[in-house]
T-cell receptor
């Protein structure tokens, strides 16, 4: 089944928010291969974090990632209106497959 | 520029088959693992299948195992997904996605716009 993410989070412009992504020792806890994606409806998902805490070239420094045991975290600081989107985590697994989280809808108030 | 363009989607009756294709350009296709990821209406992203850079290893989600088959032709820079025994719950937008690495652990850094399958 999917990694566990909160269904929704919200924050005001300028604030910081954190989204959690909980798995097991067979995926999130077993590997440092957690990624995060930003998805605006109607567009292709955008790759924003890889290997737990690395940002691809061109991704804002306001996005950061971390992990503790079986839970990964995405933090967005200095919230902006354009950050309003769905966010998904994914992890490599012990079966050499990939698993996604259920997604979190971020609302910028 | 790096680009993935899917094709082959459409409307199909339950139990029938469909083949999706994905043409890659702007990068060395044979060096990277490739995935199919789908999103059903109103649902989240669901990983469907992955094939390693040389095609020697392929894995499918339990929800499609035995019905869908991923393949690639590195001479044509093309990824495929054969969809057999289609069910209503397979209706979704299917995205072709490039991995950062030669095996499926690097994260999905390039996404196609997707092709729609309606069963």
């Amino acid at each position: 089944s999917a990694l566990t993410q909160p269904a929704s989070v919200s924050g005001s412009p300028g604030q910081s928010i954190t989204i959690s992504c909980t798995g097991t020792s067979s995926d999130v806890g077993g590997y440092n291969h957690v990624s995060w994606y930003q998805h605006h409806p109607g567009k292709a998902p955008k790759f924003i974090i890889y290997d737990v805490s690395n940002r691809p070239s061109g991704v804002s420094g306001r996005f950061s990632g971390s992990k503790s045991v079986n839970t990964a975290f995405l933090t967005i600081s200095g919230l902006q209106a354009e950050d309003e989107a769905d966010y998904y985590c994914s992890s490599f697994t012990s079966s050499s497959t990939v698993i996604f989280g259920g997604g979190t809808k971020l609302t910028v108030l | 520029q790096v680009q993935l363009v899917e094709s082959g989607g459409g409307v199909v009756q339950p139990g029938r088959s469909l083949t999706l294709s994905c043409e890659a350009s702007g990068f060395t296709f044979r060096d990277f693992a490739m995935h199919w990821v789908r999103q059903a209406p109103g649902k989240g992203l669901e990983w469907v299948a992955v094939i390693w850079y040389n095609g020697n290893n392929k894995y499918h989600a339990d929800s499609v195992k035995g019905r869908f088959t991923i393949s690639r032709d590195n001479s044509k820079n093309t990824l495929y997904l054969q969809l057999d025994s289609l069910r209503a719950e397979d209706s979704a937008i299917y995205h072709c996605v490039k991995d950062r690495e030669w095996l499926p652990r690097g994260g999905m850094d390039v996404w196609g716009q997707g092709t729609t399958v309606i069963v």
